[in-house]
């Protein structure tokens, strides 16, 4: 992530690591076997998609506890992958 940012969270340590982590995932999955293309390979880009939105959507929340209830929220997508 080199680019200037133009949303606060892309400044976040944490978003940039799990933006890299998904196109990591992406490139991992190229190799995956044709029929899991949309099973398992699927679901570990959309749960790794889901923890960098997360992350984004919490960090221009205002109050506190909808912020934590989408940092609580990461949790569950991480045992997915």
Wanted: with cysteine.
């Amino acid at each position: 992530m080199k680019e200037t940012a133009k949303f606060k969270f892309e400044k976040l340590h944490i978003w940039q690591d799990a933006m890299d982590k998904g196109e990591k995932i992406d490139s991992l999955t190229v190799d995956f076997p044709k029929k899991e293309l949309y099973n398992l390979s699927s679901q570990i880009c959309r749960a790794m998609d889901s923890v960098a939105l997360n992350i984004s959507e919490g960090s221009i929340i205002q109050s506190t506890p909808e912020f934590r209830k989408f940092w609580a929220m990461l949790p569950v997508h991480l045992p997915r992958l």
